[in-house]
């Protein structure tokens, strides 16, 4: 029974990954990905220069999930680049992902000429919808930005390159966006990124429990699963096939992974359940999968990908 996966024509040995942002900020916390059981990582989302974020606290974990306001914080994508090119030279053949994003078309044009010019030779993540940035609007709810700034990118950048999204909630947005996304060469699409701007509440203080905005947040973990599930399926039918998807969002067991599969995702990234259990999850999480797919005598993940039937 193999998890093993391909996306943008690259092998994994696993489908599973990190969620940019969670256990990705510096080598250390990437050296303890590319040790366990995930198949490869995505870096910390790298800015054109490093950032300290937002004040603390700006992450609480709470029994269904995680709320972040963190505000970016990244050691510049410099420090990313150098990074990863000395992965690539520890594991020749191993691909890894780079997650980046930019505050203008200018910045992110920038990032992907530095990118083309390094020795990266894996696949970008371009981060559309950082929702914590206050004062900056959430790109991935802006169509005509979203139009513009892959126009740019893919007239700057030849390499596999996908974008991470936020989570759509109207039938009619999955129908506009994907006429978008069908315009350009996308190795694949990253749904979802937190759902912004909740917000949890401490009782027993009456007060919020992150610092930033007030205590609002994007919110991570079970909360978003059912959410994460329709937009990987809404893309899945009405994306070209040539863009694959990366499922991220409510993941705690093998029986979600298999879920965004089911939907339709080649690979899934892990973020709210890493942080909590840290990356010995990836080595639960398969054998939890593999379990499900002996008991339904499927030996690969395209047994079952994007299978999920509907009630005719
Ligand atoms: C890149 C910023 C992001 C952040 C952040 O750094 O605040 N948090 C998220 O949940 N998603 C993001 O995309």
Not at 274 to 299: C, H, N
């Amino acid at each position: 029974i193999s998890t093993a996966t391909k996306l943008a024509n690259r092998s994994f040995s696993n489908c599973m990954m990190n969620a940019a942002g969670v256990w990705c900020m510096d080598e250390a916390e990437l050296t303890a990905i590319d040790d366990s059981a995930a198949g490869t990582f995505v870096t910390k989302s790298g800015t054109l220069v490093s950032r300290p974020g937002n004040p603390e606290p700006r992450y609480y974990e709470t029994a269904l999930g995680s709320i972040n306001s963190m505000g970016l914080p990244n050691h510049g994508i410099d420090y990313y680049l150098d990074v990863v090119a000395a992965f690539q030279k520890k594991n020749p053949g191993k691909t890894y992902f780079l997650s980046c994003t930019g505050f203008s078309i200018e910045q992110d044009q920038t990032l992907l000429r530095k990118i083309k010019d390094s020795e990266f030779n894996g696949i970008v993540e371009l981060n559309l919808s950082c929702p914590n940035v206050p004062g900056k609007p959430q790109i991935g709810y802006d169509f005509e930005t979203v139009d513009q700034i892959l126009a740019a990118v893919f007239a700057e950048y030849d390499g596999p390159l996908g974008v991470k999204l936020p989570p759509y909630f109207d039938l009619v947005h999955f129908d506009q966006m994907a006429v978008i996304l069908n315009k350009y060469p996308l190795a694949y699409i990253n749904s979802i990124n937190s759902i912004g701007n909740g917000l949890y509440i401490d009782d027993e203080k009456e007060e919020v429990v992150i610092k930033p905005k007030n205590g609002f947040g994007g919110i991570g973990g079970e909360y978003v699963k059912p959410t994460a599930l329709a937009n990987v399926h809404a893309f899945y039918q009405r994306l070209k096939p040539e863009i694959q998807i990366i499922g991220t969002g409510g993941i705690t067991s093998g029986r979600d992974v298999f879920e965004h599969i089911l939907c339709g995702a080649s690979m899934v990234q892990v973020g709210t359940e890493l942080a909590k259990e840290g990356p010995q999850v990836f080595e639960r999480l398969t054998k939890e999968l593999q379990d499900i797919m002996a008991a339904k005598g499927y030996t690969t993940l395209a047994d079952f990908r994007g299978k999920l039937r509907h009630q005719d």
